[in-house]
């Protein structure tokens, strides 16, 4: 649950920072301008989709407990939104998108780790790192890349932000899974292979 709500609040002000958002919300804001749809309802179809997915790849039961995560994180952001949160934190939209960054690496980290309602894009990612031994940097990016893209089309707001949560929350998911470990005895249910490194 720490970790739903430092990812959502992180999401929220990468919105708020108008500096461009995270791969998922450009997706989620692109339907937005295309259906009558919240965030909510957006990454909760985005859920379906990669719960599929994994379903069929892995030849497993469809898992609820991701679903529950995107629809929970998705209603954050959009309570967040509705208080406008980001916008009695009084700093440039610079540093409110950088705070966005560490808080969406941390509760990233934190949800993975848990091993309970990991999000569903995670969940297609960590199978692309056990069948095709991928990084789980590169699994994910490649993931986002899908949602930014089809995101972009339909008119969600990409920019300098994107960028950095591309670059800097992907890459250092798994250095934050490990310093959790290392500092904090927390144990990685999710991604087991970080406890080796």
């Known amino acids: 649950m720490g970790g739903c709500l430092a990812f959502s609040t992180g999401a929220a002000f990468f919105i708020h920072s108008d500096l461009g958002t ?11 301008e295309q259906l009558p749809v919240t965030i909510g309802i957006a990454q909760a179809t985005v859920a379906a989709v990669c719960i599929a997915i994994w379903s069929l790849w892995n030849r497993r039961r469809p898992v609820v407990s991701p679903f529950f995560t ?21 700093v440039p939209n610079v540093a409110i998108m950088l705070l966005g960054t560490v808080l969406c690496t941390y509760g990233s980290a934190l949800i993975i780790m848990s091993g309970v309602g990991i999000r569903a894009m995670d969940l297609v990612a960590i199978t692309m790192v056990q069948r095709w031994r991928w990084p789980f940097w590169a699994a994910k990016l490649s993931l986002e890349m899908v949602l930014l893209v ?13 960028v950095c949560f591309l670059i800097f929350v992907d890459i250092l998911i798994q250095p934050c899974m490990w310093l959790n470990r290392r500092l904090f005895a927390l144990p990685n249910h999710g991604l087991p292979s970080v406890q080796s490194a």
């Not at 995270?22 to 937005?32: I, R, S, T, Y």
């Not at 995107?70 to 009084?90: E, K, M, Q």
């Not at 089309?153 to 994107?162: D, E, Q, S």
Request: one cysteine or more.
């Open 22 to 32: 995270d791969p998922l919300d450009v997706f989620a804001l692109g339907l937005q």
């Open 150 to 162: 089809s995101g972009y089309v339909m008119g969600g707001p990409v920019g300098v932000g994107t």
């Open 70 to 90: 995107f629809l929970f994180c998705g209603s954050l952001i959009d309570l967040l939104r509705w208080l406008n949160a980001a916008g009695y934190v009084p």
